[in-house]
């Protein structure tokens, strides 16, 4: 079955639930996407019955604290696992590229670094590449950002199903081709229009529920998926920041929660 496991839901500062990171799935294959601000990626991973043997490809959209540092934790599982003969694919832009080798060069120990060379294989992106991973067939995209180089993804799924990933900065024109009439957009939701003068989304560079309503609707895609959210409002989140998103954008809205399972189907 295609699916995404959301192992974290929210933003960078969050404490109550994690850091946003997520398993792309289908029969064969498992994209992690992202793994968060620390070992508490092994923590998700363990809850979501995943093992680390079983991640074959990982994506990193960017090289912040709360998206590339649980990258280390899982490299680091990688070389030391003794039941743990498999490659992992590692993708990303010059800069998470940079920002890895430098952290694990530093911390890693040598007969860590020689079981990360065995094991670890490193696909440095550039902008508009497509690739296999496994049976996805992915095409990344820089969006843009003015504050860290980010790389968002699109994924063709074996049943042709279509899944855009927008990062977690607003979305930028130049990226339409890329995610219009896609059949699931994923889109960073910070917090709601409604409370933006409380979490102030827009000098944080983030959206708010109702901009990524609006946004699904412009670019007529089939389903969205909203995360990368604050966290003081967890009781009421998916019920307010889907009516929010749906007064623009009137079919299928989906606010996970951490350790959620959304079926692609």
């Known amino acids: 079955m295609n699916k995404i496991t959301m192992l974290g839901t929210g933003n960078a500062t969050v404490t109550h639930i994690y850091n946003t990171c997520f398993i792309l799935s289908t029969a064969t294959t498992r994209i992690l996407v992202d793994a968060g601000g620390g070992n508490g990626i092994l923590t998700q991973l363990r809850k979501a019955n995943?093992?680390?043997?079983?991640?074959?490809?990982?994506?990193?959209?960017?090289?912040?604290?709360?998206?590339?540092?649980?990258?280390?934790?899982?490299?680091?599982?990688?070389?030391?696992?003794?039941?743990?003969?498999?490659?992992?694919?590692?993708y990303g832009n010059d800069k998470v590229m940079k920002v890895v080798h430098t952290i694990i060069d530093m911390i890693l120990a040598k007969k860590q670094l020689n079981k990360v060379a065995e094991r670890v294989v490193f696909h440095q992106l550039t902008d508009g590449e497509s690739?296999?991973?496994?049976?996805?067939?992915?095409?990344?995209?820089?969006?843009?950002?003015?504050?860290?180089?980010?790389?968002?993804?699109?994924?063709?799924?074996?049943?042709?199903?279509?899944?855009?990933?927008?990062?977690?900065?607003?979305?930028?024109?130049?990226?339409?081709?890329?995610?219009?009439?896609a059949d699931w957009m994923m889109?960073?939701?910070f917090c709601l229009y409604a409370q933006r003068d409380t979490f102030k989304p827009y000098e944080k560079c983030h959206s708010t529920a109702l901009d990524a309503g609006r946004l699904a609707a412009e670019l007529d895609v089939k389903n969205l998926i909203l995360y990368h959210t604050e966290e003081k409002t967890l009781s009421t989140r998916r019920e307010s920041y889907t009516k929010e998103a749906s007064e623009n954008f009137k079919r299928k809205i989906v606010v996970p929660d951490d350790l959620e399972e959304i079926s692609l189907a």
């Not at 995209?141 to 980010?150: A, L, P, R």
């Open 50 to 90: 995943v093992a680390i043997r079983d991640i074959h490809h990982l994506y990193v959209t960017h090289a912040h604290t709360d998206h590339v540092l649980g990258v280390i934790w899982v490299i680091r599982m990688v070389a030391q696992c003794k039941d743990n003969e498999n490659r992992l694919h590692i």
């Open 131 to 181: 690739f296999e991973a496994g049976d996805i067939h992915l095409t990344c995209f820089d969006i843009h950002s003015t504050k860290e180089k980010q790389y968002g993804f699109r994924a063709q799924l074996p049943d042709a199903t279509v899944v855009a990933c927008l990062g977690d900065e607003p979305y930028n024109q130049l990226n339409r081709p890329y995610v219009e009439h």
């Open 187 to 189: 889109c960073e939701a």
